[in-house]
């Protein structure tokens, strides 16, 4: 699955077949004057994607997260 370009101009008139390309491809940007400006992508893909991100997002909150009654090592009286 690649990445594909599109202008908004050519959007307008193949806009049903570009959605249907969706799924042959990972992404396309769609493009005005030359410039990226949107996304498009498989609601599929990017509900994986955003499921993902939240995943990410949860791990590193609790990996942050102080632990209750926890002592730092560096604290412990160890001897």
Same mark, same amino acid.
């Given at each position: 699955m690649g990445i =594909?370009? %599109?202008s908004t101009? =050519?959007?307008r008139e193949e806009l049903a077949g570009t959605i249907e390309a969706l799924?042959? #491809?990972s992404? *396309? %940007?769609v493009t005005l004057h030359g410039q990226g400006r949107? #996304?498009?992508m498989d609601l599929d893909r990017y509900n994986q994607l955003i499921d993902r *991100?939240?995943?990410l997002?949860?791990?590193i909150a609790a990996l942050e997260a102080p632990r209750d009654g926890a002592v730092?090592?560096?604290e412990l009286d160890l001897g």
């Open positions: =594909r370009a %599109i101009t =050519r959007l799924s042959e #491809v992404a *396309i %940007i949107a #996304v498009m *991100i939240q995943y997002e949860d791990s730092p090592l560096d």
